[in-house]
């Protein structure tokens, strides 16, 4: 109890410290970033840098063409735009400083031969858009319908005859996977010689003429598989997200890179170096395995990590590189570099990076740091709410950007500097660094076996530069096995061997296990840098996970190895030394790591600082939102705390009778802290998997000491309790949505609006304020992305949008049959599916080999009709609650 009251005393004096820091530097940016003074509401809300000034251009939601989502200009000039659920446009833009700004827009018919009436969509549904080669390249992220046929894949259109109208159209690569994680962008490469393709995670990655990372993947971790415990990814497998080169003609595909999360573009600098900005699982916030938002130079080869559920590896290790820069919490989606633009030179050197849920476009200046950059971030312009989908420098040296997505209000920017005159001249790209130089030189040797590549690439795998140690080992795993395979064993040099040994466990088979495990516990451990410990215990890591468990003699080699530096001074050691002990059967791992759990030392504070001042700057941007996040932060667990209790699930080698007391005792204190959604759905799969490794006759004894009776009051309990409506009722529709809220939504009833939540059983699938469930999402800050219009509209007709996350798949069988459910996992010979919402746990399988197709369904989950019992006034209470967050408090409410 002492050491929880000064823990959370802590938190809060964390907290306190965090609001005065984060209002003196909003005060010093607010002094910096203007306000643009307009007439216009929709360029009032923005705040941009000093110097700059913004046009708004086009509003397409207002003439029925859609909510943009991506863009490119051609070579003519003109802006052509895509509809994220329709058609493909093209305009010209009015120059800058122009009377009238209004673009001439024509929708784009594509004049093939056959015979398409006019109602058809022939091209559109596109999250990426390019212009080369003569070319529209048009990446389509769509399942297929009844007015769009086409599904995802990249498309190449072309104008046969020179009359501007494009006529023939050509799928130059079908792509496996649609939606929020689908295909996104394309890209031409530096050279003006081929193109870039990048996807997220929930697209397959299509068979290739060419892999510069070896196409080996695996999961490599020995930390307890749980995977997300409210199912998103858990059919998804390595590699992740990825990027791809190709040729014009698109014949040719190569790999560049994976492991990504959710990347939507990706961008070149002027030395022809790559960047993404790499989403952040919001369910995973407060976990070990949590990575923010993240700026990522994206290099030959490159692996970054990205695995389901808890696997997600850390950016210490040696087989995948890390982000340039940590952004934070938020949705990313555009990235473009600043080279061409008629901006200040910092500007032209600098990543601009798009956060849709913030309305933030980071500045990112990139300087040179070795084979790799550092980056330093700005707010360059914001507004609220502004959800950026897609960017680009036009013709003119101008930004161009737009704002939509899900169908929310989109509307066409452009930002400019107010006196070009002012700049410079020509500016001078970035040096390249010897270091640089010799990145790209080893990368000659990524793809293929090629003379010479050992002889160079070799004595590079002791390099201080992560960089250059990353490529020389991708050009060593590119070359046979039998050319190097004894140099690893032969390498006297410490570091060398390791990086050698990485590259062996990864392109070796299980006849190496025994004898690579031996070579390495013969390294002096004592003798290394922290990072090269790191190196070291990884690679022995991924030898176990790669090729299995040995002998009971080398398992006692590994863990007299190892136990000795068991526990460390860094939580990423720690990590690495406590599952592989436990894999290895250590006796003394589950002591030493118990007392880490009750431990209140650690990096962690310094991490959870980090965070909090992230988090901090959106609390004062967006109170509303942040308040909720501000909750969270006050009473989140240590992360090193839930990887020390998740890393013992499986550990059966050292337990007594008092240490299972306190392992089971801290699963009940872990209960307490609040974090992201899938937290309490980690710790309770952790609980049980413990549990089914006690005697039977203590099995329930331990279940009730770990908290099973802490499990949250169900929704289906809160809605038998609520104030059931009064009417009179009506069957809602659209067309009542405009008339009922004229006159805004002030002093209305927060008790109506919480009791109207409850009795439509709203609680049932949704949480709000960490009541209810969480089948559905999460409403607490649904008030700071959407207007009462959106949400009563969603409400109304709720299979108009359906996020990814919250979708079902129709199985349809042999027999004629079909079967609806959450597709929970695809391994082996069955599907798996969750068919209730209320007991996502009850499993259903399909055998694959009954399934003649599968369909992302069209019907939400969300029954229309939830609101028919309602009156006016009640519905009004109803969205002012679900404006308001929950919050009583919120000035939407009568106050007494």
């Given at each position: 109890?002492i050491?929880?009251?000064?823990?959370?005393?802590?938190?809060?004096?964390?907290?306190?410290?965090?609001?005065?820091?984060?209002?003196?530097?909003?005060?010093?940016?607010?002094?910096?970033?203007?306000?643009?003074?307009?007439?216009?509401?929709?360029?009032?809300?923005?705040?941009?840098?000093?110097?700059?000034?913004?046009?708004?251009?086009?509003?397409?939601?207002?003439?029925?063409m859609?909510?943009?989502?991506?863009?490119?200009?051609?070579?003519?000039?003109?802006?052509?735009?895509?509809?994220?659920?329709?058609a493909?446009?093209?305009?010209?833009v009015?120059?800058?400083?122009?009377?009238?700004?209004t673009?001439?827009?024509?929708?784009?018919?594509?004049?093939?031969?056959?015979?398409?009436?006019?109602?058809?969509?022939?091209?559109?549904?596109?999250?990426?858009?390019?212009?080369?080669?003569?070319?529209?390249?048009?990446?389509?992220?769509?399942?297929?319908?009844?007015?769009?046929?086409?599904?995802?894949?990249?498309y190449?259109?072309?104008?046969?005859?020179?009359?501007?109208?494009?006529?023939?159209?050509?799928?130059?690569?079908?792509?496996?996977?649609?939606?929020?994680?689908?295909?996104?962008?394309?890209?031409?490469?530096?050279?003006?010689?081929?193109?870039?393709?990048?996807?997220?995670?929930?697209?397959?990655?299509?068979?290739m003429?060419?892999?510069?990372?070896?196409?080996?993947?695996?999961?490599?971790?020995?930390?307890?598989?749980?995977?997300?415990?409210?199912?998103?990814?858990?059919?998804?497998?390595?590699?992740?997200?990825?990027?791809?080169?190709l040729?014009?003609?698109?014949?040719?595909?190569?790999?560049?890179a994976?492991?990504?999360?959710?990347?939507?573009?990706?961008?070149?600098?002027?030395?022809?170096?790559?960047?993404?900005?790499?989403?952040?699982?919001?369910w995973?916030?407060g976990?070990?395995?949590?990575?923010?938002?993240?700026?990522?130079?994206?290099t030959?080869g490159?692996?970054?990590?990205?695995?389901?559920?808890?696997?997600?590896w850390?950016?210490?290790?040696?087989?995948?590189?890390?982000?340039?820069?940590?952004?934070?919490?938020?949705?990313?989606?555009?990235?473009?570099?600043?080279?061409?633009?008629?901006?200040?030179?910092?500007?032209?050197?600098?990543?601009?990076?798009?956060?849709?849920?913030?309305?933030?476009?980071?500045?990112?200046?990139?300087?040179?740091?070795?084979?790799?950059?550092?980056?330093?971030?700005?707010?360059?312009?914001?507004?609220?709410?502004?959800p950026?989908t897609?960017?680009?420098?036009?013709?003119?040296?101008?930004?161009?950007?737009?704002?939509?997505?899900?169908?929310?209000?989109?509307?066409?920017?452009?930002?400019?500097?107010?006196?070009?005159?002012?700049?410079?001249?020509?500016?001078?790209n970035?040096?390249?660094?010897?270091e640089?130089?010799?990145?790209?030189?080893?990368?000659?040797?990524?793809?293929?076996?090629?003379?010479?590549?050992?002889?160079?690439?070799?004595?590079?795998?002791?390099?201080?530069?992560?960089?250059?140690?990353?490529?020389?080992?991708?050009?060593?795993?590119?070359?046979?096995?039998?050319?190097?395979?004894?140099k690893v064993?032969?390498e006297?040099n410490?570091?060398?061997?390791?990086?050698?040994?990485?590259?062996?466990?990864?392109?070796?088979?299980?006849?190496?296990?025994?004898?690579?495990?031996?070579?390495?516990?013969?390294?002096?451990?004592?003798?290394?840098?922290?990072?090269?410990?790191?190196?070291?215990?990884?690679?022995?890591?991924?030898?176990?996970?790669?090729?299995?468990?040995?002998?009971?003699?080398?398992?006692?080699?590994?863990?007299?190895?190892?136990?000795?530096?068991?526990?460390?001074?860094?939580?990423?050691?720690?990590?690495?030394?406590?599952?592989?002990?436990?894999?290895v059967?250590?006796?003394?791992?589950?002591?030493?790591?118990?007392?880490?759990?009750?431990?209140?030392?650690?990096?962690?504070?310094?991490?959870?600082?980090?965070?909090a001042?992230?988090?901090a700057?959106l609390?004062?941007?967006?109170?509303?939102?942040?308040?909720?996040?501000?909750?969270?932060?006050?009473?989140?667990?240590?992360?090193?705390?839930?990887y020390?209790?998740?890393?013992?699930?499986?550990?059966?080698?050292?337990?007594?009778?008092?240490?299972?007391?306190?392992?089971?005792k801290?699963?009940?204190?872990?209960?307490?802290?609040?974090?992201?959604?899938?937290?309490?759905g980690?710790?309770?799969?952790?609980?049980?998997?413990?549990?089914?490794?006690?005697?039977?006759?203590?099995?329930?004894f331990?279940n009730?000491?770990?908290?099973?009776?802490?499990?949250?009051?169900?929704g289906?309990e809160?809605?038998?309790?609520?104030?059931?409506?009064?009417?009179?009722g009506?069957?809602?529709?659209?067309?009542?949505?405009?008339?009922?809220?004229?006159?805004?939504?002030?002093?209305?009833?927060?008790?109506?609006?919480?009791?109207?939540?409850?009795a439509?059983?709203?609680?049932?699938?949704?949480?709000?304020?960490?009541?209810?469930?969480?089948?559905?999402?999460?409403?607490?800050?649904?008030?700071?992305?959407?207007?009462?219009?959106?949400?009563?509209?969603a409400?109304?007709?709720?299979?108009?949008?359906?996020?990814?996350?919250?979708?079902?798949?129709?199985?349809?069988?042999k027999?004629?049959?079909?079967?609806?459910?959450?597709?929970?996992g695809?391994?082996?010979?069955?599907?798996?599916?969750?068919?209730?919402?209320?007991?996502?746990?009850?499993?259903?399988?399909?055998?694959?080999?009954?399934?003649?197709?599968?369909?992302?369904?069209?019907?939400?989950?969300?029954?229309?009709?939830?609101?028919?019992?309602?009156?006016?006034?009640?519905?009004?209470?109803?969205?002012?609650?679900?404006?308001?967050?929950?919050?009583?408090?919120?000035?939407?409410?009568a106050?007494?």
């Open positions: 109890m050491i929880n009251f000064l823990r959370i005393n802590k938190l809060n004096l964390l907290l306190c410290s965090v609001f005065i820091f984060a209002i003196s530097c909003t005060s010093e940016k607010n002094a910096k970033n203007e306000t643009v003074q307009s007439d216009n509401p929709k360029i009032a809300k923005l705040k941009l840098q000093p110097g700059f000034d913004a046009e708004h251009l086009y509003s397409p939601g207002d003439n029925n859609g909510s943009w989502v991506a863009m490119t200009f051609d070579n003519k000039g003109r802006l052509i735009t895509s509809d994220q659920y329709g493909l446009y093209r305009m010209e009015a120059p800058i400083g122009a009377d009238n700004l673009p001439k827009i024509e929708k784009l018919k594509i004049q093939t031969e056959a015979k398409v009436a006019d109602s058809i969509i022939q091209m559109g549904y596109a999250q990426g858009l390019l212009y080369a080669f003569n070319s529209l390249y048009v990446v389509v992220n769509h399942r297929g319908s009844d007015d769009f046929e086409k599904t995802s894949g990249l190449r259109l072309q104008d046969t005859d020179n009359d501007d109208q494009y006529d023939k159209i050509t799928l130059l690569k079908a792509l496996d996977g649609a939606g929020e994680h689908g295909p996104h962008g394309i890209v031409l490469s530096p050279d003006g010689e081929s193109l870039y393709v990048i996807a997220g995670n929930h697209t397959d990655l299509p068979e003429e060419g892999y510069r990372l070896p196409n080996n993947w695996q999961d490599d971790n020995l930390f307890p598989q749980i995977k997300d415990p409210r199912g998103h990814a858990n059919d998804r497998g390595a590699p992740g997200g990825w990027v791809a080169n040729d014009p003609e698109g014949k040719r595909w190569e790999l560049v994976s492991g990504f999360r959710n990347p939507f573009d990706l961008a070149f600098n002027e030395s022809g170096d790559m960047f993404v900005y790499d989403s952040d699982m919001e995973d916030l976990m070990p395995w949590y990575r923010p938002t993240r700026i990522c130079h994206v030959s490159a692996e970054f990590g990205w695995r389901t559920g808890n696997g997600k850390s950016a210490a290790y040696p087989d995948n590189v890390p982000p340039v820069l940590n952004i934070g919490q938020g949705s990313p989606t555009n990235v473009m570099h600043g080279n061409g633009a008629k901006f200040p030179e910092k500007y032209q050197h600098s990543v601009f990076a798009f956060d849709w849920s913030f309305g933030i476009i980071y500045a990112i200046e990139m300087k040179a740091n070795g084979a790799s950059y550092t980056g330093e971030k700005e707010e360059f312009l914001s507004g609220i709410p502004l950026l897609d960017g680009v420098i036009g013709p003119d040296g101008a930004m161009y950007f737009m704002t939509g997505g899900r169908r929310l209000e989109s509307d066409l920017y452009r930002v400019y500097y107010k006196n070009p005159d002012e700049l410079p001249g020509a500016v001078a970035l040096e390249p660094t010897k640089n130089e010799i990145r790209k030189k080893l990368e000659t040797y990524h793809g293929a076996p090629k003379d010479g590549a050992l002889d160079f690439a070799w004595p590079y795998l002791n390099s201080k530069d992560r960089f250059i140690q990353y490529a020389a080992r991708i050009a060593v795993e590119h070359q046979p096995v039998s050319t190097w395979q004894e064993y032969a006297t410490a570091v060398r061997k390791i990086h050698a040994a990485v590259a062996l466990a990864r392109q070796g088979d299980k006849s190496q296990r025994d004898r690579l495990l031996n070579s390495l516990v013969h390294i002096d451990y004592a003798s290394l840098s922290e990072q090269n410990q790191v190196d070291l215990v990884r690679v022995i890591e991924l030898t176990l996970a790669r090729f299995g468990k040995p002998n009971a003699d080398i398992k006692r080699k590994i863990s007299g190895y190892l136990s000795a530096h068991y526990p460390a001074d860094t939580d990423v050691l720690n990590q690495l030394l406590s599952k592989t002990l436990v894999f059967d250590d006796a003394s791992v589950i002591s030493k790591t118990l007392a880490l759990l009750e431990s209140e030392e650690g990096e962690n504070a310094s991490v959870m600082a980090n965070t001042t992230d988090a700057d609390i004062l941007r967006n109170p509303q939102y942040g308040m909720d996040i501000a909750e969270t932060l006050k009473n989140m667990p240590l992360a090193q705390h839930t020390y209790g998740l890393v013992l699930q499986d550990a059966t080698i050292g337990w007594t009778p008092e240490l299972r007391e306190k392992y089971f801290w699963f009940y204190r872990a209960f307490s802290f609040k974090a992201g959604r899938s937290y309490i980690f710790i309770d799969k952790a609980r049980k998997k413990a549990l089914t490794h006690v005697a039977a006759n203590k099995k329930e331990y009730q000491m770990s908290g099973d009776s802490l499990l949250s009051k169900s289906n809160l809605v038998s309790s609520a104030v059931q409506p009064k009417g009179p009506k069957r809602w529709e659209e067309k009542d949505i405009a008339p009922l809220l004229a006159d805004g939504l002030q002093n209305r009833n927060f008790e109506t609006g919480r009791n109207m939540f409850l439509t059983n709203c609680v049932t699938c949704h949480s709000m304020r960490g009541e209810g469930e969480n089948i559905g999402p999460e409403l607490s800050q649904i008030g700071t992305r959407f207007s009462a219009e959106d949400i009563l509209k409400i109304i007709d709720p299979s108009d949008v359906i996020s990814d996350q919250y979708n079902t798949t129709v199985f349809m069988l027999d004629g049959n079909s079967i609806v459910g959450r597709l929970i695809e391994e082996g010979e069955n599907y798996t599916v969750s068919q209730n919402p209320y007991a996502p746990d009850v499993l259903r399988t399909i055998p694959k080999e009954e399934v003649t197709g599968t369909k992302m369904s069209s019907v939400s989950l969300m029954p229309p009709g939830t609101i028919n019992r309602l009156s006016d006034d009640e519905v009004k209470d109803l969205l002012a609650y679900l404006i308001a967050g929950g919050d009583a408090e919120n000035e939407i409410f106050k007494e």
